[in-house]
């Protein structure tokens, strides 16, 4: 225990190295640069919720709650003791909102968080905690010390049916603390005066920083025959235990976390169902006080049974075990449990051996089906569960370092076992009596709702009993493929709106057939509308059609699933042209399929984004024109235009002109128009479709005047001639410029009732090499055109400006 003295003088100690338990590294940009929500304390951020602080940190550098790219509409902060006003405080809890949909946390430097302050907070933005689509960061505020997390570190099973935990106990705040763990009337762990990073620390492991401490319990055994559990000398027949970890600072200041162990402490027995040549199936019966099932496997067929595996489900319906990949010469005893924290006590259910595949020679089983040659072809939906793995085996061998590796073009790539793609189940059958056959087997499955991901498809090869680089190590290969493809997207080609894309749900595998099959159309997390037929007649400026799904391959079921969308590009009151929050068009594809004997319903769902900006291109000017061209600039979209698309129609002519521009820059000359014609402009932005239009400006060109022709009157002589316009007045429109000299045009004749005939006689000086001659047309003072040519020693080039 520690007075309030001591605590003092350690808590200006031990304030400089303060525990910011600020959360995992994260790969993904924070604070995100759009969406998601995110908490920071000075420079670190953090995206991952369950974040601890200690009030002292939010008295030294406060905490920020922020979601870019969103404007603050009712955002909130509830805590244990209610909502914290913002502006406002609630338990010494400050509170203050910031620019956009941000809020700053801090206590004030001398306060502390009151007692009903401690405990978890949401920060919800931009909205209120009562909106489903609210972006959410859940963290704790404690005062003193807490611990974060307290259960189960580790399970195993010893050949001798008995399962060894350990329990971990994770402190974070004050350095200065006692800490004691109990598992009922047993002290697993008690230390006094601990104080971190120092030569008082007591026996733990850091955490995630200097102020985080781990403390782990004495490995507790569980008896599964006996139901007795352990600790140390001392055992116990339970079926509930409560195991608790205590910190204490003083007698006010403590904290406590409970968990339980559990076990059932009743028997129960099964059946068998099924037998395949490496498997036997269990039926047990149904307890909804169970939290699952398990089955532990011993070998029979030496003098002291010996522990094979054990396996659990967890559900209380989940009541079909397999015993997956068994010697197929063996004999085993087999034993069912109810399972909760613990395996049940057990009960025997029978004994006997799974059949026979081939005595020699490299082979892969699955589901009770044997492959003895190369390059079978199995789908990810088909290896679903341990159950249901594909394995490799090995006759009259024995484990030793085979693998699993992926054939590439360039290397062997080894499939690294038990990660978020792959798990592995490994067989050494070499405890056997003499005439017994042993074997090596390595499965692959995949856990759990899991799929092969894209750049891991292709040709796997299994080598038994060593490495696939060992000379003479036997060997199989076998394809394993994605049983439903990414969709894909066929875009339109042009600009032109409507347009029409068609998406591709492809589904692979052979033996099985569809029993369903959806698309939906999913603006944002919220929302999912089914699309039908129906749907798709009665949209505004919109249609689709829902394909039947096309075999593309007869000889492996290959099935194409097709949805054809044609949209107008336009924001309207139906469903999937509304312009969603991000502007995109989602879309999810369902499939309910099975192999042909119903003996597993494999779901899928597919997805894919359809871009399409969500606003249109602002503010669109022309900033100069001539007969020829016209120039225009808008705002842009950053990163959410690919292109932008400039149409250009007039009055006369309804053909649309079509413009593409990258989507970096945001202006452009339009060319090839005609003089004196007013023309309608307007820009989208595209990516993968085309986004609303932005605003329509309506510019006429300017009036075309005609080259200048030139004529040689005289050896030294050069008369040169300017047509213009009628309506424009040749003494004061038209004036011209001789080597930067204005000369005033006096020299003019009505051609007809369109056309001047301006004439500028030059007489070349014989010093002057080059002699540059422009006509300059006015508008109205400000605008002009000028066509020039240039003499050179009477050798006549001409140029056109415009």
Request: aromatic share 10%; net charge negative.
């Amino acid at each position: 225990m520690y007075d309030a003295v001591s605590l003092l003088l350690l808590s200006v100690a031990f304030w400089l190295g303060l525990n910011i338990d600020i959360g995992a590294i994260s790969t993904c940009p924070c604070p995100p640069t759009s969406g998601g929500i995110y908490m920071m304390m000075g420079s670190l951020c953090n995206i991952s919720n369950n974040t601890y602080f200690q009030d002292v940190e939010i008295r030294s550098s406060s905490l920020e709650c922020g979601v870019p790219g969103y404007a603050l509409n009712g955002g909130e902060l509830i805590g244990p003791n209610g909502a914290v006003p913002c502006p406002g405080n609630n338990s010494n809890l400050e509170c203050a909102v910031g620019s956009g949909a941000n809020i700053t946390i801090s206590i004030q430097s001398t306060n502390n968080i009151l007692t009903s302050g401690e405990g978890w907070y949401r920060c919800c933005l931009p909205t209120s905690c009562s909106d489903p689509n609210a972006y959410v960061f859940r963290f704790k505020i404690y005062r003193w010390l807490d611990i974060d997390e307290f259960n189960v570190e580790a399970e195993s099973m010893t050949d001798s049916h008995i399962f060894r935990y350990v329990l971990s106990c994770r402190k974070v705040g004050h350095s200065m603390y006692d800490v004691r763990i109990t598992c009922g009337d047993q002290v697993l762990r008690s230390y006094t005066g601990c104080i971190d990073n120092t030569v008082d620390e007591c026996e733990s492991t850091s955490g995630r920083n200097s102020k985080t401490k781990i403390y782990t319990t004495p490995v507790l055994t569980w008896r599964i025959i006996e139901g007795r559990l352990g600790y140390g000398s001392v055992s116990h027949v339970i079926s509930v235990v409560e195991c608790n970890c205590v910190l204490t600072l003083n007698a006010s200041i403590n904290v406590t976390r409970t968990f339980n162990i559990t076990a059932p402490d009743n028997r129960i027995s099964g059946s068998v169902i099924r037998r395949t040549i490496s498997t036997i199936t269990a039926s047990i019966p149904e307890d909804t006080e169970a939290e699952g099932y398990a089955l532990t496997v011993f070998d029979s067929r030496i003098s002291v049974f010996r522990f094979v595996r054990w396996i659990r489900v967890n559900g209380s319906s989940n009541t079909i075990i397999t015993a997956y990949d068994l010697d197929p010469a063996g004999s085993y005893f087999l034993y069912s449990s109810f399972t909760r924290l613990l395996i049940g006590r057990i009960s025997g259910v029978w004994s006997g051996s799974p059949e026979h595949c081939q005595s020699s020679g490299i082979y892969i089983t699955h589901k009770g089906n044997c492959y003895s040659n190369d390059n079978e072809i199995f789908y990810d939906y088909e290896l679903n569960s341990v159950n249901h793995s594909l394995s490799c085996v090995l006759p009259s061998s024995s484990l030793t370092t085979g693998e699993w590796v992926r054939v590439t073009d360039s290397a062997n790539e080894a499939v690294t076992c038990n990660t978020s793609d792959f798990h592995c189940i490994e067989v050494n059958a070499s405890y056997t009596r003499s005439g017994h056959q042993t074997y090596a087997s390595l499965g692959l499955y995949f856990p759990s709702d899991n799929e092969l991901q894209t750049n891991l498809e292709g040709l796997y090869k299994c080598c038994l009993n060593a490495s696939c680089t060992t000379s003479g190590t036997s060997e199989i290969t076998a394809f394993i493929y994605r049983g439903l493809s990414d969709i894909t997207v066929e875009l339109p080609s042009d600009y032109i709106l409507p347009q029409t894309y068609t998406l591709h749900a492809i589904k692979d595998g052979n033996k099985n057939y569809s029993l369903s099959f959806v698309w939906y159309y999913e603006p944002d997390s919220a929302s999912s509308t089914e699309i039908t037929a129906g749907f798709c007649s009665w949209q505004i400026g919109y249609n689709c059609s829902i394909g039947n799904g096309t075999i593309l391959d007869q000889s492996n079921e290959t099935i194409d699933y097709t949805l054809t969308v044609t949209w107008n590009g336009e924001s309207t009151n139906g469903p999937v042209q509304t312009q969603s929050k991000n502007g995109d068009h989602r879309y999810r594809f369902y499939i309910r399929f099975s192999t042909a004997e119903l003996d597993d319903i494999t779901e899928r769902n597919r997805y894919i984004t359809v871009a399409v900006p969500a606003s249109a291109p602002s503010s669109l000017t022309m900033i100069n024109k001539t007969a020829r061209t016209i120039t225009i600039e808008w705002t842009g979209l950053g990163g959410d235009a690919d292109e932008y698309v400039v149409y250009v129609t007039n009055n006369t002519d309804t053909v649309q002109r079509v413009q593409v521009v990258d989507g970096c820059r945001t202006s452009v000359k339009v060319t090839g128009l005609n003089g004196s014609t007013t023309y309608n402009i307007t820009v989208r932005a595209k990516q993968h479709l085309l986004g609303p239009p932005s605003n329509t400006i309506t510019v006429e060109t300017l009036k075309q005047i005609i080259p200048i022709e030139v004529s040689l009157l005289i050896q030294l002589s050069t008369s040169i001639h300017c047509l213009t316009p009628s309506d424009m007045d040749p003494l004061t429109d038209v004036t011209w410029l001789v080597n930067g000299m204005m000369k005033n045009n006096t020299m003019y004749a009505s051609i007809d009732s369109l056309t001047y005939n301006n004439t500028l006689l030059v007489h070349p000086d014989p010093l002057e090499v080059t002699i540059n001659v422009t006509c300059i047309a006015m508008f109205g003072g400000t605008n002009y055109y000028s066509q020039s040519v240039t003499l050179h020693r009477m050798i006549i080039i001409l140029s056109i400006i415009s």
